[in-house]
Protein backbone atom coordinates (compact mmCIF):
# COMPACT_ATOMS: atom_id res chain seq x y z
CA UNK A 1 0.00 0.00 0.00
CA UNK A 2 1.20 3.74 -1.21
CA UNK A 3 0.45 6.59 0.92
CA UNK A 4 1.34 10.08 0.13
CA UNK A 5 2.05 13.04 2.10
CA UNK A 6 3.15 16.95 2.01
CA UNK A 7 6.96 17.14 1.97
CA UNK A 8 9.25 18.62 4.93
CA UNK A 9 8.11 16.13 7.80
CA UNK A 10 8.39 17.03 11.36
CA UNK A 11 5.78 15.39 13.92
CA UNK A 12 2.72 13.48 12.97
CA UNK A 13 3.78 12.84 9.10
CA UNK A 14 6.99 10.89 10.64
CA UNK A 15 4.71 9.67 13.78
CA UNK A 16 1.93 8.36 10.53
CA UNK A 17 4.10 6.25 8.72
CA UNK A 18 5.93 5.09 12.24
CA UNK A 19 2.33 4.00 13.05
CA UNK A 20 1.07 2.53 9.62
CA UNK A 21 4.50 0.48 9.33
CA UNK A 22 4.07 -1.25 12.73
CA UNK A 23 0.77 -1.73 13.32
CA UNK A 24 -1.34 -1.42 9.80
CA UNK A 25 1.29 -2.63 6.91
CA UNK A 26 5.10 -3.73 7.49
CA UNK A 27 5.45 -3.26 3.62
CA UNK A 28 3.44 0.08 3.27
CA UNK A 29 6.09 2.46 0.94
CA UNK A 30 5.80 6.69 1.86
CA UNK A 31 6.18 9.12 -0.58
CA UNK A 32 6.51 12.83 0.15
CA UNK A 33 5.47 15.79 -2.19
CA UNK A 34 5.02 19.39 -2.79
CA UNK A 35 1.50 20.06 -0.79
CA UNK A 36 -0.12 21.07 -4.08
CA UNK A 37 0.58 17.89 -5.90
CA UNK A 38 -0.70 15.48 -2.96
CA UNK A 39 -3.83 14.80 -4.41
CA UNK A 40 -2.70 14.51 -8.30
CA UNK A 41 0.10 11.47 -6.74
CA UNK A 42 -2.17 10.42 -4.88
CA UNK A 43 -4.36 9.58 -7.85
CA UNK A 44 -1.97 8.38 -10.05
CA UNK A 45 0.11 6.23 -7.92
CA UNK A 46 -3.35 4.60 -5.65
CA UNK A 47 -1.75 5.60 -2.29
CA UNK A 48 -4.14 6.98 0.15
CA UNK A 49 -3.32 11.12 1.19
CA UNK A 50 -2.29 11.94 4.33
CA UNK A 51 -2.13 14.94 6.68
CA UNK A 52 -2.49 17.57 3.67
CA UNK A 53 -5.47 19.92 2.13
CA UNK A 54 -7.72 17.48 1.03
CA UNK A 55 -6.54 14.60 2.31
CA UNK A 56 -8.44 11.17 2.93
CA UNK A 57 -7.05 11.62 6.36
CA UNK A 58 -6.28 14.72 8.10
CA UNK A 59 -6.75 16.34 11.59
CA UNK A 60 -10.17 16.59 13.01
CA UNK A 61 -12.18 18.11 15.73
CA UNK A 62 -14.62 15.69 18.07
CA UNK A 63 -16.58 17.44 20.75
CA UNK A 64 -14.27 21.05 20.81
CA UNK A 65 -11.22 18.94 20.80
CA UNK A 66 -9.03 19.02 18.35
CA UNK A 67 -7.16 15.69 16.76
CA UNK A 68 -4.18 14.94 14.38
CA UNK A 69 -3.59 12.91 11.39
CA UNK A 70 -1.55 9.77 14.04
CA UNK A 71 -5.43 9.96 15.92
CA UNK A 72 -7.42 9.82 12.33
CA UNK A 73 -5.27 6.84 11.55
CA UNK A 74 -5.88 5.04 15.12
CA UNK A 75 -9.77 5.84 14.63
CA UNK A 76 -10.10 4.61 10.83
CA UNK A 77 -8.08 1.01 11.54
CA UNK A 78 -9.72 1.03 15.05
CA UNK A 79 -6.20 -0.04 16.67
CA UNK A 80 -6.66 -0.49 20.43
CA UNK A 81 -3.08 -1.05 21.38
CA UNK A 82 -3.04 1.26 25.06
CA UNK A 83 0.81 2.29 24.63
CA UNK A 84 -0.19 3.59 21.11
CA UNK A 85 -2.96 5.50 22.62
CA UNK A 86 -0.97 7.25 25.08
CA UNK A 87 1.62 8.06 22.72
CA UNK A 88 -1.25 9.55 20.35
CA UNK A 89 -1.63 12.34 23.36
CA UNK A 90 2.13 13.26 23.26
CA UNK A 91 2.03 13.52 19.07
CA UNK A 92 -1.04 14.96 19.20
CA UNK A 93 0.24 18.08 21.71
CA UNK A 94 3.37 17.94 20.15
CA UNK A 95 1.71 18.36 16.35
CA UNK A 96 -0.77 21.25 17.86
CA UNK A 97 -3.22 19.39 19.06
CA UNK A 98 -5.39 19.31 22.42
CA UNK A 99 -3.64 17.89 25.43
CA UNK A 100 -0.93 18.82 27.91
CA UNK A 101 1.24 16.25 27.91
CA UNK A 102 4.65 17.28 29.01
CA UNK A 103 6.83 14.64 26.10
CA UNK A 104 5.50 16.82 23.66
CA UNK A 105 7.80 19.44 24.01
CA UNK A 106 10.50 17.01 23.74
CA UNK A 107 8.89 15.41 20.84
CA UNK A 108 8.99 18.51 18.84
CA UNK A 109 12.05 19.24 19.55
CA UNK A 110 13.84 16.05 18.47
CA UNK A 111 11.70 16.14 15.11
CA UNK A 112 12.64 19.56 14.26
CA UNK A 113 16.32 18.45 14.81
CA UNK A 114 15.68 15.32 12.64
CA UNK A 115 14.48 16.88 9.84
CA UNK A 116 16.76 19.61 10.01
CA UNK A 117 20.03 17.12 10.02
CA UNK A 118 18.17 14.72 6.94
CA UNK A 119 18.96 15.51 3.73
CA UNK A 120 15.12 14.21 2.44
CA UNK A 121 12.07 13.19 4.26
CA UNK A 122 12.75 9.65 3.66
CA UNK A 123 15.92 9.93 5.51
CA UNK A 124 14.09 11.97 7.99
CA UNK A 125 11.14 8.74 8.15
CA UNK A 126 14.24 6.31 8.62
CA UNK A 127 16.33 8.22 11.22
CA UNK A 128 13.41 9.10 13.30
CA UNK A 129 11.77 6.04 13.58
CA UNK A 130 14.07 4.89 16.70
CA UNK A 131 12.73 7.80 18.47
CA UNK A 132 8.76 6.43 18.16
CA UNK A 133 10.03 3.23 19.26
CA UNK A 134 11.50 4.68 22.22
CA UNK A 135 8.38 6.82 22.76
CA UNK A 136 6.21 3.72 22.51
CA UNK A 137 8.16 2.21 25.11
CA UNK A 138 8.35 4.49 27.67
CA UNK A 139 4.51 4.39 27.13
CA UNK A 140 4.11 0.89 27.69
CA UNK A 141 5.94 1.35 30.73
CA UNK A 142 4.23 4.27 32.13
CA UNK A 143 1.33 2.65 31.96
CA UNK A 144 2.67 -0.90 33.32
CA UNK A 145 3.87 1.16 36.46
CA UNK A 146 2.37 4.00 36.40
CA UNK A 147 4.65 6.47 35.29
CA UNK A 148 7.05 6.08 38.56
CA UNK A 149 10.80 6.04 37.90
CA UNK A 150 13.16 5.54 40.64
CA UNK A 151 15.80 7.86 40.28
CA UNK A 152 19.43 6.43 39.82
CA UNK A 153 21.98 8.96 40.03
CA UNK A 154 22.42 8.61 36.24
Known sequence: MKWVTREKARVDRIACPWMIRRFVDPQAEFLYVPAEKVSEVATQQGATS????????????????EFVTFDAIIRKYRLTDPALLELAKIVRVADGGSGSEPEAAGLEAAATGFR??????????????????????YCAWKLKEGGRLEHTGG
Not at 51 to 60: E, K, Q, S
Not at 119 to 134: I, K, M, V
Request: aromatic content about 14%.
Open 50 to 65: YDAPGAVLNHYEEDGK
Open 116 to 137: LLATSDLENQRLQFPLYDALYE
